[in-house]
């Protein structure tokens, strides 16, 4: 089964359970999908009426963290864990991955030194474990670990819940990119609709050099043998055009009497 039919049972799940209670007693579903080992997205269970229904009470520091692991990282949650509830060991090992998707997205070439900064880990053998471990064993990420460069180079990375506004940017880029295409589809078959009429015209030109030098072959042809056979020859084979006498050329010899 792969990572994403694995995220929709989990998140339908949570959603189930998240639609069927209320107020404090939704706290333990929160944390319980935060901390599951093979959930990365929440969103659908941020979209629940009853979750919604936290902001503002004296539980929504819940609907806070939720939003967190939906787009936040490790170095966000320090920033403001004096404001969200103390996190245990799976939600911080949870956080941590969803950081390195979160670097994955920004580049795919990510230095061993923003690593270990971005997730708190003090020397490189505790990174590489990390990632291959409970990253790439996981599936979330996919790549190779240059040592002689010091970097993660990615090859795959999942993906993770959008932030609010991002939709709206990601729509624009595909209409930009969509108005691009077909720009570019015009100017293609503008090329070959001008390839089409350059062949045309190139067929045509060699058609007419093709006449060209057979009329001159023809014409070659002719005179070669008038010069070999004499133009007699030639006009009285081709029907009597000219009536030529042999004998009208030739000087009459006179006969001298004997004396």
């Known amino acids: 089964m792969d990572i994403e039919?694995?995220?929709?049972?989990?998140?339908?799940?949570?959603?189930?359970?998240?639609?069927?209670?209320?107020?404090?007693?939704?706290t333990n579903v929160i944390v319980e999908a935060t901390s599951h080992p093979s959930l990365f997205a929440f969103s659908e269970i941020l979209s629940v009426p009853n979750v919604v229904e936290l902001e503002g009470t004296e539980n929504?520091?819940?609907l806070d963290l939720l939003r967190l692991f939906a787009h936040g990282t490790w170095s966000d949650y320090k920033s403001i864990a004096g404001r969200l509830p103390q996190l245990v060991p799976d939600q911080v090992l949870k956080l941590k991955q969803?950081?390195?998707?979160?670097?994955?997205?920004?580049?795919?070439?990510l230095p061993y030194d923003q690593l270990m900064q971005e997730l708190d880990v003090t020397n490189v053998r505790?990174?590489?474990?990390?990632?291959?471990?409970?990253?790439?064993?996981?599936g979330i990420v996919r790549g190779k670990l240059d040592q002689l460069k010091r970097c993660f180079e990615v090859q795959f990375a999942a993906g993770r819940d959008l932030r609010p506004g991002q939709l709206g940017n990601m729509l624009?880029?595909?209409?930009?990119?969509?108005?691009?295409?077909?720009?570019l589809l015009v100017s293609i078959q503008e090329k070959i609709k001008w390839a089409d009429t350059m062949s045309e015209l190139d067929k045509k030109h060699r058609k007419e050099v093709e006449e060209r030098v057979d009329e001159v072959k023809k014409s070659l042809s002719l005179?070669?043998?008038v010069d070999?056979?004499?133009?007699?020859?030639?006009?009285?084979?081709?029907?009597?055009v000219m009536d030529y006498e042999e004998d009208r050329g030739r000087p009459k010899r006179r006969r001298h009497p004997i004396g």
């Open 223 to 225: 005179k070669a043998a």
């Open 172 to 183: 624009q880029t595909l209409t930009d990119w969509l108005t691009t295409s077909d720009n």
């Open 60 to 62: 929504s520091v819940y």
């Open 126 to 138: 505790e990174l590489e474990d990390f990632l291959i471990n409970e990253c790439m064993y996981v």
């Open 228 to 240: 070999f056979r004499g133009p007699e020859e030639i006009y009285s084979e081709s029907g009597g």
């Open 98 to 109: 969803l950081t390195v998707l979160t670097l994955a997205d920004i580049s795919k070439e």
């Open 5 to 26: 039919q694995k995220q929709a049972e989990h998140m339908n799940y949570f959603m189930k359970e998240a639609s069927t209670l209320k107020g404090f007693a939704l």
